[in-house]
C-alpha cells in the first residue's frame, strides 16, 4: 500500500495581521466572508481553510499565498 | 463560541432531557404498552415532544435576544463543512436503524416496540448530528 506524503499546513496570518496594522481576526473575517471564529481555527492550525479562501486571504494582505500557506513536513516550535 | 455551536447544544440538550426520560420510561416498562390506539403512549410522546419545542423556542429566543447581530451571519465555509460532516454520520445511524425497523423488526415484532424503534432510530441521529457538530466546534476552538 502506497504510503501517503506526511505534512501539514502551517501559516502566518497572525504575522500578517500585525503587518496590516493589527487587522483584528473579526475585520479579516468581514473582508472574505468568514467568521471570527474560523479565522482564528484557521489561524491556529485547527482547520485548514479550502483553496479559494487561502487565495482570498493573501489577496487582502497583498501577497502571493506561500506568503500565507506552507506546506510543511515537520512541526516547527 | 459561535452561535452555531449553541444552537447545536441547545438542541442537544432538548432531547437529552426530553427523549433521554422518555426512553427511559420505555424501556423500563414503567409505561405498559397496549394495541394501538394506546392514548397514554400518545400522551407520552405528545408531551414529551411539547416540552421540546418548548426548551427549543425558549432557547433560540434568549440566544437570539443575547447574541450580537454581528454573529449571526450566514454558515461559511467552516460551518457548512460541519454540518456535512455531522449530517453524513447522522444518515449513516439513521440508514442502519431503519433498515433494522423497516426491513428486519416486522418479521420479529409488532406495534409499539417497532414504532419506538423506529422513533429511537430518529432521535439517536438527531443526537450523532448535534454531537458531531459540537464535537467539531470544540476540536477546532
Known sequence: MTKLVEGF???RIRA??????????????????????????IEA??????LETAFRIAQVFNVPLSEVFRWDTKPTT | MPYREKVAWLSLAAILVTYGPYFTLI?????PT??????????????TTFVQLVILGTGRLILAVS????????????????SRLSTVSAYNLLIGGMILVGVIMPFTSRGWDIV???L???????VIRFGVTVFSYRRQA
Open chain 1, 9 to 11: 499546513i502551517s501559516n
Open chain 1, 16 to 41: 500578517h495581521r500585525f503587518l496590516n496594522g493589527e487587522m483584528s481576526q473579526a475585520e479579516l473575517g468581514q473582508r472574505i466572508g468568514l467568521t471570527r471564529q474560523t479565522i482564528a481555527a
Open chain 1, 45 to 50: 492550525g485547527k482547520y485548514s481553510p479550502t
Open chain 2, 27 to 31: 424501556a423500563t416498562g414503567i409505561v
Open chain 2, 34 to 47: 397496549r394495541p394501538f390506539p394506546d392514548f397514554r403512549q400518545l400522551a407520552l410522546f405528545g408531551a
Open chain 2, 67 to 82: 447574541t450580537p447581530r454581528e454573529d449571526r451571519t450566514p454558515p461559511d465555509e467552516r460551518d457548512l463543512a460541519i
Open chain 2, 116 to 118: 419506538h424503534a423506529a
Open chain 2, 120 to 126: 429511537f432510530t430518529i432521535i439517536a441521529s438527531e
